[in-house]
């Protein structure tokens, strides 16, 4: 018997959980399973058995992770009065308040330095105030920087976090900024996340109701408090707020504060999608490659990894030129999956870089230009991605784009060995003659220096050449 999506009408497999037009839940009873995503992996595709694309990128549970309850930790507060804090319903004890001042904050930049002529990059910048809260009121200004709390200095946002979250609801403090390039006092009577956030979140905030949120659901009060977490996250979600549906969706996927139901987890991150949450759109896209609750669906995935793109997100770049590329839920296409890495590599996605280089270099989706090749993995390894340096060491031992150069070559292949490079591990014990004897005997002294080697430097990748490179790989496995 046919299934039809509520959503777009599409006719689907009985088999189907997910509509395979708009990733809407289809209206069936079959009961969806799945487990918890697995870890973050990178798959290759190897290109004439020296390079290969990478594929990977696949963090679910990374990507949840990183707009977590818990480790977000709110940056604004509310001003407030003694005694009003409201009671948990599991217990008696009043809930213990913390400071709150009402600004979006962040490191200081290294050019606000030079700007300022500050002394350095400690203390925060206020980049925005939410009105009606402490700061506000205290006449503090986007593009103060903040050095001081009372008499202690402001090491960095973490450490300004917790100056602030100490200070108690209703007390006076002195902050020093620095605005305009003069040094100024400015006296703030601190609020309360609690006493100040509620009045606006039951006046239809959702600024405060998403706060609260996050205030009770974590630990900054102490404990958890998930009653009052969870009424405020689902009446922010009952506004079709992008975030809060996200979060809800992160909770009931792994099962915090509510039973466990990754189904209705799903669910919750396709509505977040829909609404505008890139890391919603990121996480619908992985579960539906990797087939979590239902067969593998590449369309879907493409979709939502299209529209995080398209919100400029780097990682989500990069798997649409993935997809492109393997012809995963659209024709293949080369030179569209070359222009996306190459929007991803500009983006500042290592990974893409990487992947942009190889398309250089062997002419694949674009015309082989190797002095772009050796830029663009030059900027894979400066960005991260060490595994490029293998590749780049095969340029510099060829002479293909960039100047002939042994020592480099050696220094190279010694970095991509480090980190566990298997080509680069395999090439060099299994092929004696490797390069040049001039590169095999710079390759020995490499090894030498990073204490693997203490045979003859004669360029020959004998018996103790190849035990030093498997002891370097091995020592640089232990090390992860």
Known sequence: MANFCHECGHKADTSDRYCIECGAELDSEQAASGSQPGSKFLSALTASNKSAWVIGGLAALALIAAISIYTMAPVSAPLGLAGNEPKPSNTAAPIKDIGFLGIEFADVRAERVRELKLAS????????????????????????????????????MADFSQKIS???????????????????????????????????????????????????????????????????????????????????????WSGDHVEKDQAKGFDLFRQGAEAGDVAAM?????????????????????????????KGNAEAMRWVGNLYRNGEGVSRDMAQST????????????????????????????????????????????????????????????????????VRAAQLVVRAIKVGHDHAVREMTTNTSAGSSEFRRELQEALRREGAYDGPIDGRLGAQSTRAIKWLAERAQSKR
Not at 127 to 151: C, F, M, W, Y
Not at 346 to 372: F, K, P, W
């Open 121 to 156: 990059t400690r203390g925060v910048e206020i980049i925005s105030i939410k009105e009606k809260t402490p700061a506000h009121r205290a006449a503090l200004k986007g593009a103060d920087v903040i050095i001081k709390v009372g008499s202690r200095d402001v090491a960095d």
């Open 166 to 252: 100490s200070q108690k609801p209703g007390s006076d403090v002195d902050l020093t900024v620095m605005r305009d390039g003069i040094f100024l006092k400015v006296p703030v009577t601190m609020g309360g996340f609690i006493i100040d956030l509620t009045p606006l979140a039951e006046a239809g905030d959702l600024y405060g109701m998403r706060t609260l949120a996050q205030l009770y659901l974590g630990d900054r009060l102490g404990k958890p408090y998930p009653e009052e977490g969870l009424a405020w996250l689902r009446k922010a979600a009952d506004r079709d707020d992008a975030w809060s549906l996200s979060q809800l969706g992160r909770l009931y």
């Open 282 to 310: 990121l996480s619908v896209a992985n579960f539906s490659y990797e087939g979590k609750l239902a067969k593998r669906n590449f369309t879907v995935a493409m979709r939502y990894w299209r529209m995080a793109a398209e």
């Open 339 to 406: 222009n996306w890495y190459q929007k991803a590599a500009e983006a500042g996605d290592s990974v893409s870089m990487y992947n942009l280089a190889v398309s250089y270099h062997y002419g694949t989706g674009i015309g082989r230009d190797y002095g772009a090749a050796a830029r663009w993995y030059q900027s894979a390894i400066e960005g991260g991605y060490e595994s490029a340096s293998f590749n780049l060491a095969v340029l510099h031992l060829n002479g293909q784009g960039v100047g002939r150069d042994h």
